[in-house]
């Protein structure tokens, strides 16, 4: 089992910046892969950015990339996501989630956090 703890979400203007934070717990978390994803209105969920524990295998979605930065702290078992230059579409509920190395499936999420951009 893994337990995702999502933090850090906010209202913001366009242009700024926030950091979400996801702590995870478990035995075995070296056994997955971290993830963010976001759900925005009437949207549907679409995968955001990931992370290996080890720092390596990152991947961006095309429209966060040069905004958003993924990144661990294998001491504190948190996985990070700055996001800079917010816009207006960014807002949505942002997921944390844990990928299977094995399955390739993603198991395991947390609760969500909501980023809110104004114009």
């Known amino acids: 089992q893994v337990q995702l703890v999502e933090s850090g979400g906010g209202l913001v203007q366009a242009g700024g910046s926030l950091r979400l934070s996801c702590v995870a717990s478990?035995?075995?978390?070296?056994?997955?892969?971290m993830g963010w994803f976001r759900q925005g209105p009437g949207k549907e969920r679409e995968s955001v950015a990931a992370?290996?524990?080890?720092?390596?295998?990152?991947y961006y979605a095309d429209s966060v990339k040069a905004r958003f930065t993924i990144s661990t702290d294998n001491a504190k078992n948190t996985v990070y996501l700055q996001m800079n230059s917010l816009k207006p579409e960014d807002t949505a509920v942002y997921y944390c989630?844990?990928?299977?190395?094995?399955?390739?499936?993603?198991?395991?999420w947390g609760q969500g956090t909501q980023v809110t951009v104004s114009s």
């Open positions: 989630a844990a990928q299977s190395l094995l399955s390739g499936r993603w198991p395991y």
């Open positions: 478990g035995r075995t978390l070296s056994s997955y892969r």
């Open positions: 992370i290996s524990w080890s720092g390596g295998n990152t």
